[in-house]
């Protein structure tokens, strides 16, 4: 069972990358860098306080928002 922080931090996550795919669809590069900063970010969070994120955020998705954090 997972705790209501790694509840919430899970649903910011999912959230975050329909956002990023949104952003991507439509051509929107400014939007493709926030929305990929965040969900670096969330999943920066998520590591330091030991939620294992194994599986929530598919590898392209995670490629993309790298790359487009760099």
Do not use: K, Y
């Not at 965040?38 to 330091?48: K, T």
Request: glycine share 4%.
């Amino acid at each position: 069972m997972m705790s209501q922080f790694a509840t919430v931090l899970r649903e910011n996550i999912e959230t975050t990358q329909r956002h990023l795919t949104a952003a991507q669809e439509a051509g929107h590069p400014f939007e493709v860098h926030l929305h990929s900063a965040r969900l670096m970010d969330l999943l920066d969070r998520a590591a330091s306080n030991g939620v294992d994120t194994t599986g929530w955020v598919p590898e392209a998705a995670l490629a993309a928002a790298t790359a487009n954090c760099a």
